[in-house]
C-alpha cells in the first residue's frame, strides 16, 4: 500500500521560510511523478508545485513561482518543498501527492497533510 507523510509545517513569520518534506513508500517511487497542493481554509485545495519521476522538470503555481522550490530523492523515496519569502496568504494545509504524470487529476495517492501557518 503506498504511504506518504509530510513533515516540516509549523508556525512562521511573514518573510520566513519552512522546508516540507514528504516521504513515500509501497511503491516504485522513482516511477511517479510527485506533487505539492494546499487548502486554505474555505478554499478548494490548489496545485502548488510538482516534479517528474526524474526530477529533471518541475511546474509550479504562478503565485508560488520564484519563492518555493521542488525537489526530490529519488534514493531516500522523498520529495521536498522549500518555502522562501512567505506571506500570510501562503497559509494552508500542505499535501504531497504521487501520481503517473505532473498533471492534476493524474494523481492516485496522497498524504494526510501538515499545517503551515504564515503570521503577519
Same mark, same amino acid.
Given at each position: 500500500?503506498?504511504?506518504?507523510?509530510?513533515?516540516?509545517?509549523?508556525?512562521?513569520?511573514?518573510?520566513?521560510?519552512?522546508?516540507?518534506?514528504?516521504?513515500?513508500?509501497?511503491?516504485?517511487?522513482?516511477? &511517479?511523478?510527485?506533487?505539492?497542493?494546499?487548502?486554505? @481554509?474555505?478554499?478548494?485545495?490548489?496545485?502548488?508545485?510538482?516534479?517528474?519521476?526524474?526530477?529533471?522538470? !518541475? &511546474? &509550479?503555481?504562478?503565485?508560488?513561482?520564484?519563492?518555493? #522550490?521542488?525537489?526530490?530523492? =529519488?534514493? =531516500?523515496? #522523498?520529495?521536498?518543498?522549500?518555502? =522562501?519569502?512567505?506571506? @500570510?496568504?501562503?497559509?494552508? %494545509? &500542505?499535501?504531497?501527492?504521487?501520481?503517473? !504524470? %505532473?498533471?492534476?487529476?493524474?494523481?492516485?495517492?496522497?498524504?494526510?497533510?501538515?499545517? %503551515?501557518?504564515?503570521?503577519?
Amino acid at each position: 500500500q503506498v504511504q506518504l507523510v509530510e513533515s516540516g509545517g509549523g508556525l512562521v513569520q511573514a518573510g520566513g521560510s519552512l522546508r516540507l518534506s514528504c516521504a513515500a513508500s509501497g511503491r516504485t517511487f522513482s516511477a &511517479y511523478a510527485m506533487g505539492w497542493f494546499r487548502q486554505a @481554509p474555505g478554499k478548494e485545495r490548489e496545485f502548488v508545485a510538482a516534479i517528474d519521476w526524474s526530477g529533471s522538470s !518541475t &511546474y &509550479y503555481a504562478g503565485s508560488v513561482k520564484g519563492r518555493f #522550490t521542488i525537489s526530490r530523492d =529519488n534514493a =531516500n523515496h #522523498t520529495v521536498h518543498l522549500q518555502m =522562501n519569502s512567505l506571506k @500570510p496568504e501562503d497559509t494552508a %494545509v &500542505y499535501y504531497c501527492a504521487t501520481g503517473r !504524470t %505532473v498533471r492534476p487529476g493524474t494523481y492516485d495517492y496522497w498524504g494526510q497533510g501538515t499545517q %503551515v501557518t504564515v503570521s503577519s
